[in-house]
Each structure stands twice: as structure tokens, then as C-alpha cells.
């Protein structure tokens, strides 16, 4: 709309908006024209994204497979005792062992088994489904009003635990203690004893109404190795220590009865009566064993008891060790677990004295590094047709980003079409692309020169090329026959890290041939994802500091500055048509004047 806005009075039937339009037509143009470059650019810039999403994929996630040895060198091994687990990584050695489970290791471990004996009889009789500790350890327990010294009405606890009566006792007094230990852990200043007081208060037993989940909670977060749980279901009660071994243990130590005054005289028997209504037996291995020696439960062995009267009473649960001979060494165990050559063993049982060491037998897994190879192949001939899918589009002729007048005369539909054809072609016989595709090729088609004896390159080993796009191709005979005679070859044609050499001056130089040729390809897609962000950037972000970036930013600022200049110019057109239509309107109004005097 014009500077008066109103139009036609003078009936000279001037379109002043159209005059306008006009008028701004050639400056449209240049704007027009300069929206479509930054769209272009954010086009490409996004193109340079997804090349590098696929190329960080293929580099971070599917090429590390084939650097790792337990890929490329696999190792099988066979056995056939029962007694152990054993599985061989890629540094263990083709050849046989002699192993025998000579001791089997536990964790300490304690489990009840007289389930919840609820003494708390205020009532008349105990809840029979109660899991709070003061229904579990107090016989009887109160709280009555009481003044203190300064006559304040205050809270007093008063009750029954075992054959002590208390009374008179605060809210904030202690409850309910024990010491908890997990045994011996060494460190830079020699050994120390772990531990941690598990306690709750009058308050928390009565108010909080502590229960046996919150028993195992808080010894769960006591910064020791032992580990507690209460099932529910069967009204189980447990403590575990995490670590195995004779040095890793669970001590208990009841609270020591404070004073001799009758409401002092309670702590270590509260405790006691607890952990004896528990009736908690070891368990090692799958069997339940009284605590004090190796006798069985079933066979008279004695449950973790405590006297907890006037003197604190201790009871350690150890855990035991382990011993796996391997080739006539044994090796002490805390887990069951031992590595030796290579091979991880694992024990599930002791075996007889008299029985003979088992046989271990290692041979390389071909099976699965052919397979490995395969997967190599199929992974490298997609990322190169991708690659060469993007650098040998062509961009459709007559197809540039759409204007918003265009948009606003088309279909929702047509759009995504004519997008789709402008947007071919963005990375065609790309720079950054082509030199990736270039050095892809090369390190799969030179050798490894680190590498001694014939089984020193991807050719060597049955991978070929074909084609004029270089695509693999796989040898499976010349494959095996490699691993069969050098079992380490296919291991060192991916993954050989040896990138210097002395030259004849005998200085040490760069030697990027002398790496594998995974190696190599992954060196490949880290320069090159650094030079797409140099190039675009890493994310959709255009303040990032990168070419394409400083191309968009200029852009925007220069159409910014544009438009305003734009709107300025629009509204001097107006402003320009309002004034002759101003005078239009005031010579037909002398007209009509002087037409109507002559009258």
C-alpha cells in the first residue's frame, strides 16, 4: 500500500500496485537470485553432512571390527572335561595343554534360612507379615510422654528385647547396631581393613518404621564389597561379598552393651537376637555349610549364632580360593577365573586328586575369519558404490532451487519433485569425494611392505578388484590356503600397525604402506571427515567455523542489507505514484471547474 493509500480518485485508472510491482521487478530478481545461491549452499553443505555421517559409520563402527585381532586372527579351542570353561583369544598359541581344577573358590556368602521370626507381641501377637525391624527385634517397644529437665514435655522409648526390659531411653538414641567388614583390601600403603557401621535410631525404627528393605539398602550403600538383598517371596535375607578369595571376607560384629544401667543394657542383645532368628548358614558352591567348619547344614553344621550380652561378639565368614595347574604351574584364583597363553579358564569344579590333567587343544577359527573377510568385502564394495553413486551424479539442466513466488504457485507435491532433481548432482566430481574414493583403492592395491614373505597383501590373501569401479572380490581358496600355511596373515594385511621406517640417511620417517590395509583405510576417512568440516562444518550449525559457513553467513548478511534496501526503494515507488495521482486528482478537479463554468 502507498504513503496515502487510496488509489483511482482521479479516474486516470492508474494500477498503482502494479506499477509498483513492476518497479521492483529487476530488484526481485537480484534478491531472487541470491536466496537461490544460499539454498544451493545449504544444499551442498548438507550433502557434505551425510558423506561424513556415512564415512564416521563405516570408519568408527563397521572398519574397527577388522582391526581387532579376536576378528582377524580367531582361535578355537577343544576340550572335553566338564570341570572347566576355557576360550582362546588371538595372541593364544596353536598347540596343546595339560589343566586341572585343583581347588574351586567361593565368596563369602551367608543366606537364611529360619525365615522372619516376629517377636514384637505389644499387640497381643505379632504381625505375621511384618518386614519392620521393630516388630523383628524388639519383644516390646513404647514411647511415653516424659518431662525434662527444663519441663519440657519430651518422648521417651521404654521396652523388651530377649530378657532385657529398658525404659527411659531418647528418640535420638540408637536402636539397632552392628559393624560390618568386608575383609582386606590392599592399596598403595599396604593393607586396611574396610568396615562401616549399619545403625538405625528410636526415631527411625518407631516414626520411619525401618524395614528389612531398607536394612539391605543401607548396607548396600556403605561403600563396602558386601552386597545384601530380602526376598520378599520367601522371606530370605542375605549378604554376599562381591570379591571371592580367603582375603575377602564377611564380619559381623555385634554392638557392645553400653553401661550397666538397665537402659543402656540392650544394643549387643537387639543385635544378637536378630541375626541368631535369622539362622544364617554359608553357602559355597551351591551347598549350605555351617559356619565354623565344613559340616554340612544337614549333616549337624551350626548357624551363625551371637551371645551379644556385655562383650562384643565377631563372627568372619571367608571366602576361599581357587587353584587352576595349567602345563604343571598352578595359578591361585580369587573368581575362578585364569588367563595363561592366551586362554581364559574358567572353573565350575574341583576334580579328583587321582583324576588326570585334561587336554586343551588350540587351532585358528578359519571358518570365522573367512567369514570375517567376507563381511570385509560386502562392507568396502558398499561404501564405495555409495561413494561413487554421489560423485557420479550429474545435476539435472534447468532445475535451481525454487523462488518463494514459485513455491507459492505450486503444489506441495511439485515442490518435493523439483527439489529432488535441484538437488542432484551436489557433490559431482567433488574434490574432497574423489580423492577418498582414489586412496581407497590404492590402499587395497599396494602391498604391505612391513610385512615378510609372500602373504603380504590384500591380493595375496584372494582379495581382488574388478570392474573400473574397483569393487572386491574374494578368492575363498587363496584365502584358506594363506591361513592354512601362515596363520597370522590375514591379521597383518588388515591390521599391521607399523607406519615408520628408516630411510638411507637412517632417519625415521612417516611410511603409511607399511600399515594394513584396514589400518589404512580408517587413516583415509579421518582426514578425510576432518576436511569435510573444514569444508562444511559438523553440524547444521552455520557459525561454525568452516568455508561453506563463511559463504552462508556472508550471504545472509549481504540479503539482509539487500532487502532493507528493497523495502526503502518500495516505499519511494510509493511514494512517488502517490504524488501523480495527487495531481491527477487536483488538475481533474480544475477540469471539472473550468468544463463547468462555461456552461
Same mark, same amino acid.
Given at each position: 500500500?502507498?504513503?496515502?493509500?487510496?488509489?483511482?480518485?482521479?479516474?486516470?485508472?492508474?494500477?498503482?500496485?502494479?506499477?509498483?510491482?513492476?518497479?521492483?521487478?529487476?530488484?526481485?530478481?537480484?534478491?531472487?537470485?541470491?536466496?537461490?545461491?544460499?539454498?544451493?549452499?545449504?544444499?551442498?553443505?548438507?550433502?557434505?553432512?551425510?558423506?561424513?555421517?556415512?564415512?564416521?559409520?563405516?570408519?568408527?563402527?563397521?572398519?574397527?571390527?577388522?582391526?581387532?585381532?579376536?576378528?582377524?586372527?580367531?582361535?578355537?579351542?577343544?576340550?572335553?572335561?566338564?570341570?572347566?570353561?576355557?576360550?582362546?583369544?588371538?595372541?593364544?598359541?596353536?598347540?596343546?595343554?595339560?589343566?586341572?581344577?585343583?581347588?574351586?573358590?567361593?565368596?563369602?556368602?551367608?543366606?537364611?534360612?529360619?525365615?522372619?521370626?516376629?517377636?514384637?507381641?505389644?499387640?497381643?501377637?505379632?504381625?505375621?507379615?511384618?518386614?519392620?525391624?521393630?516388630?523383628?527385634?524388639?519383644?516390646?517397644?513404647?514411647?511415653?510422654?516424659?518431662?525434662?529437665?527444663?519441663?519440657?514435655?519430651?518422648?521417651?522409648?521404654?521396652?523388651?528385647?530377649?530378657?532385657?526390659?529398658?525404659?527411659?531411653?531418647?528418640?535420638?538414641?540408637?536402636?539397632?547396631?552392628?559393624?560390618?567388614?568386608?575383609?582386606?583390601?590392599? !592399596?598403595?600403603? /599396604? $593393607?586396611?581393613?574396610? &568396615?562401616?557401621?549399619?545403625?538405625?535410631?528410636?526415631?527411625?525404627?518407631? *516414626? =520411619? %518404621?525401618?524395614?528389612?528393605?531398607?536394612?539391605?539398602?543401607?548396607?548396600?550403600?556403605?561403600?563396602?564389597?558386601?552386597?545384601?538383598?530380602?526376598?520378599?517371596?520367601?522371606?530370605?535375607?542375605?549378604?554376599?561379598?562381591?570379591?571371592?578369595?580367603?582375603?575377602?571376607?564377611?564380619?559381623?560384629?555385634?554392638?557392645?552393651?553400653?553401661?550397666?544401667?538397665?537402659?543402656? !543394657?540392650?544394643? /549387643? $542383645?537387639?543385635?544378637? &537376637?536378630?541375626?541368631?532368628?535369622?539362622?544364617?548358614?554359608?553357602?559355597? *558352591? =551351591? %551347598?549350605?555349610?555351617?559356619?565354623?567348619?565344613?559340616?554340612?547344614?544337614?549333616?549337624?553344621?551350626?548357624?551363625?549364632?551371637?551371645?551379644?550380652?556385655?562383650?562384643?561378639?565377631?563372627?568372619?565368614?571367608?571366602?576361599?580360593?581357587?587353584?587352576?595347574?595349567?602345563?604343571?604351574?598352578?595359578?591361585?584364583?580369587?573368581?575362578?577365573?585364569?588367563?595363561?597363553?592366551?586362554?581364559?579358564?574358567?572353573?565350575?569344579?574341583?576334580?579328583?586328586?587321582?583324576?588326570?590333567?585334561?587336554?586343551?587343544?588350540?587351532?585358528?577359527?578359519?571358518?570365522?575369519?573367512?567369514?570375517?573377510?567376507?563381511?570385509?568385502?560386502?562392507?568396502?564394495?558398499?561404501?564405495?558404490?555409495?561413494?561413487?553413486?554421489?560423485?557420479?551424479?550429474?545435476?539435472?539442466?534447468?532445475?535451481?532451487?525454487?523462488?518463494?513466488?514459485?513455491?507459492?504457485?505450486?503444489?506441495?507435491?511439485?515442490?518435493?519433485?523439483?527439489?529432488?532433481?535441484?538437488?542432484?548432482?551436489?557433490?559431482?566430481?567433488?574434490?574432497?569425494?574423489?580423492?577418498?574414493?582414489?586412496?581407497?583403492?590404492?590402499?587395497?592395491?599396494?602391498?604391505?611392505?612391513?610385512?615378510?614373505?609372500?602373504?603380504?597383501?590384500?591380493?595375496?590373501?584372494?582379495?581382488?578388484?574388478?570392474?573400473?569401479?574397483?569393487?572386491?572380490?574374494?578368492?575363498?581358496?587363496?584365502?584358506?590356503?594363506?591361513?592354512?600355511?601362515?596363520?597370522?596373515?590375514?591379521?597383518?594385511?588388515?591390521?599391521?600397525?607399523?607406519?615408520?621406517?628408516?630411510?638411507?640417511?637412517?632417519?625415521?620417517?612417516?611410511?603409511?604402506?607399511?600399515?594394513?590395509?584396514?589400518?589404512?583405510?580408517?587413516?583415509?576417512?579421518?582426514?578425510?571427515?576432518?576436511?569435510?568440516?573444514?569444508?562444511?562444518?559438523?553440524?547444521?550449525?552455520?557459525?561454525?567455523?568452516?568455508?561453506?559457513?563463511?559463504?552462508?553467513?556472508?550471504?545472509?548478511?549481504?540479503?539482509?542489507?539487500?532487502?532493507?534496501?528493497?523495502?526503502?526503494?518500495?516505499?519511494?515507488?510509493?511514494?512517488?505514484?502517490?504524488?501523480?495521482?495527487?495531481?491527477?486528482?487536483?488538475?481533474?478537479?480544475?477540469?471539472?471547474?473550468?468544463?463547468?463554468?462555461?456552461?
Amino acid at each position: 500500500m502507498g504513503v496515502n493509500g487510496i488509489y483511482g480518485l482521479s479516474g486516470s485508472g492508474m494500477d498503482i500496485e502494479s506499477l509498483v510491482k513492476v518497479g521492483m521487478m529487476k530488484k526481485q530478481n537480484e534478491y531472487d537470485k541470491m536466496a537461490q545461491k544460499f539454498t544451493k549452499n545449504e544444499w551442498t553443505k548438507s550433502a557434505y553432512l551425510e558423506l561424513n555421517n556415512n564415512v564416521s559409520t563405516f570408519n568408527m563402527t563397521t572398519l574397527s571390527q577388522y582391526k581387532m585381532s579376536s576378528n582377524m586372527n580367531a582361535k578355537t579351542v577343544e576340550y572335553s572335561s566338564t570341570a572347566f570353561k576355557a576360550v582362546a583369544n588371538a595372541s593364544a598359541g596353536t598347540m596343546n595343554h595339560k589343566v586341572k581344577v585343583e581347588e574351586l573358590g567361593s565368596n563369602a556368602y551367608l543366606l537364611s534360612t529360619g525365615g522372619l521370626k516376629r517377636v514384637n507381641t505389644t499387640s497381643g501377637t505379632a504381625d505375621k507379615t511384618s518386614i519392620k525391624l521393630k516388630d523383628l527385634v524388639f519383644n516390646r517397644l513404647e514411647t511415653t510422654d516424659a518431662t525434662d529437665s527444663e519441663g519440657n514435655t519430651v518422648k521417651k522409648v521404654s521396652g523388651h528385647v530377649a530378657s532385657y526390659d529398658f525404659s527411659g531411653l531418647n528418640m535420638s538414641d540408637k536402636a539397632f547396631s552392628f559393624t560390618l567388614s568386608d575383609g582386606v583390601t590392599k !592399596n598403595d600403603n /599396604g $593393607t586396611t581393613l574396610k &568396615q562401616a557401621e549399619i545403625s538405625f535410631t528410636f526415631d527411625e525404627v518407631i *516414626n =520411619g %518404621e525401618v524395614t528389612m528393605n531398607d536394612l539391605a539398602s543401607k548396607i548396600n550403600n556403605a561403600g563396602l564389597n558386601i552386597r545384601a538383598s530380602y526376598d520378599a517371596v520367601n522371606e530370605t535375607f542375605s549378604l554376599y561379598n562381591t570379591k571371592g578369595g580367603d582375603e575377602n571376607n564377611i564380619k559381623i560384629t555385634t554392638a557392645t552393651n553400653e553401661g550397666t544401667s538397665p537402659e543402656r !543394657n540392650y544394643f /549387643g $542383645t537387639a543385635t544378637a &537376637q536378630f541375626f541368631n532368628n535369622l539362622s544364617m548358614y554359608r553357602s559355597v *558352591n =551351591g %551347598e549350605l555349610y555351617g559356619v565354623n567348619g565344613d559340616t554340612t547344614k544337614d549333616a549337624g553344621g551350626k548357624a551363625l549364632t551371637f551371645s551379644g550380652q556385655t562383650s562384643t561378639s565377631p563372627s568372619t565368614i571367608k571366602g576361599t580360593s581357587g587353584s587352576i595347574r595349567v602345563d604343571g604351574v598352578s595359578y591361585k584364583t580369587t573368581d575362578n577365573k585364569v588367563t595363561v597363553g592366551g586362554i581364559t579358564y574358567t572353573a565350575l569344579e574341583k576334580m579328583d586328586e587321582a583324576a588326570p590333567s585334561a587336554n586343551v587343544s588350540v587351532t585358528q577359527d578359519i571358518d570365522a575369519i573367512v567369514d570375517k573377510v567376507k563381511s570385509f568385502v560386502a562392507d568396502y564394495n558398499k561404501l564405495l558404490s555409495g561413494l561413487y553413486e554421489k560423485y557420479d551424479e550429474k545435476p539435472e539442466s534447468g532445475y535451481s532451487p525454487l523462488t518463494q513466488s514459485q513455491k507459492d504457485a505450486m503444489k506441495e507435491e511439485q515442490i518435493t519433485k523439483w527439489e529432488e532433481k535441484a538437488k542432484k548432482g551436489l557433490l559431482y566430481h567433488d574434490q574432497t569425494l574423489g580423492k577418498i574414493i582414489t586412496e581407497m583403492r590404492s590402499a587395497i592395491n599396494t602391498p604391505i611392505d612391513s610385512i615378510d614373505g609372500k602373504y603380504n597383501s590384500a591380493y595375496s590373501i584372494g582379495i581382488g578388484t574388478t570392474g573400473l569401479k574397483g569393487q572386491l572380490t574374494l578368492d575363498e581358496d587363496k584365502l584358506r590356503k594363506a591361513l592354512n600355511e601362515d596363520p597370522d596373515s590375514v591379521y597383518n594385511v588388515f591390521a599391521k600397525l607399523d607406519n615408520s621406517k628408516k630411510d638411507a640417511s637412517g632417519n625415521t620417517v612417516n611410511n603409511p604402506d607399511g600399515n594394513g590395509i584396514a589400518q589404512r583405510i580408517g587413516d583415509i576417512l579421518t582426514t578425510a571427515q576432518k576436511n569435510i568440516k573444514s569444508r562444511a562444518g559438523s553440524s547444521a550449525d552455520i557459525t561454525e567455523d568452516s568455508d561453506l559457513n563463511t559463504l552462508l553467513r556472508n550471504l545472509q548478511t549481504k540479503m539482509s542489507n539487500f532487502k532493507k534496501m528493497m523495502n526503502s526503494f518500495e516505499d519511494k515507488l510509493y511514494s512517488k505514484y502517490d504524488k501523480m495521482e495527487s495531481m491527477l486528482a487536483s488538475l481533474g478537479t480544475q477540469l471539472n471547474f473550468i468544463m463547468g463554468g462555461n456552461q
